[in-house]
């Protein structure tokens, strides 16, 4: 019985987050970029198309324009969109003091923290869905249709059913980067003081993680395992890890997704043991 009432109490403050996110006119604006970004992507994919051959991986179908607009936005646009959905969801409501009419129903605060991080990582989901399917639209009315398509560390030819399971898969790993992005943003989120230096640090933090391969680069130039170390962050994981990962050959596919496991643990359990023994947040 107990454990029924744990349920419930626990699904009705999940439905409750997640029509508070929904409701707010920033999780909307979130969703009006997906075609902003499409359609700049199209454009762009469309000026290389006249000057690559079709079996150059650079080539843009129908067929893997959901992959090549994932490419090309999952590194800043998407990880933009995601800094801005964690700060005014969790700062903006923590300092607003709006967060304690949920504590007034009996919630521990760990309780919303696993409630919010759930509700955050689903609205990721969703918003990548949505991306999908409008890519697939919008590639569809825009690029020319072949048959078989040239993919990056790929040597042959893929058919239409092997490029879409390719996507899919392409975007379930973009899911799980993205998620740990999420769950770096929400420990700033967290501990910042107000929104402006939620989004100041977020922003910042993401900048760090664009420009760590650069600098290790410099220093390990000839190392056989500046790939390696590289890929620590997140960011580089996106842009190229992602791609060597799901190529013919799986490069670093394991310590991709290690490192991904691996700063989602870390910044879950921080997270948790702040939201468990920090009275002061509230």
Request: overall charge positive.
């Amino acid at each position: 019985m107990e454990n029924n009432n744990f349920f419930n109490n626990y699904k009705g403050l999940y439905i409750s987050e997640l029509q508070r996110i929904y409701y707010k006119k920033s999780t909307l604006a979130c969703f009006l970029s997906i075609p902003i970004l499409l359609i700049a992507s199209v454009k762009y994919y469309l000026s290389v198309n006249k000057v690559v051959s079709i079996s150059n991986p650079m080539f843009t179908s129908f067929h893997n324009f959901p992959v090549a607009a994932m490419q090309e936005q999952l590194m800043l646009g998407l990880n933009l969109v995601v800094v801005f959905l964690i700060v005014l969801s969790v700062t903006q409501e923590f300092r607003n003091g709006s967060i304690r009419m949920v504590l007034i129903r009996s919630y521990r605060p760990t309780q919303i923290f696993l409630a919010k991080i759930v509700t955050i990582i689903s609205a990721i989901f969703i918003y990548l869905v949505t991306y999908l399917v409008l890519s697939y639209i919008i590639g569809y009315l825009a690029l020319p249709k072949i048959n078989e398509v040239a993919i990056f560390n790929w040597e042959p030819l893929l058919n239409g059913n092997q490029i879409f399971i390719y996507t899919l898969k392409y975007y379930l790993f973009a899911f799980l980067t993205l998620s740990t992005m999420a769950i770096v943003i929400f420990f700033i989120a967290t501990i910042s003081k107000s929104t402006i230096i939620a989004s100041g640090v977020s922003l910042a933090t993401l900048l760090l993680f664009i420009i760590y391969p650069f600098i290790i680069q410099i220093f390990f130039f000839d190392s056989k395992n500046l790939k390696i170390f590289q890929l620590i962050s997140i960011t580089q994981i996106q842009y190229e890890g992602i791609a060597l990962g799901l190529g013919q050959n799986s490069i670093h596919l394991g310590f991709s997704l290690l490192v991904t496991l691996g700063y989602i643990s870390i910044f879950f359990i921080i997270n948790y043991a702040i939201y468990n023994k920090c009275d002061n947040l509230i």
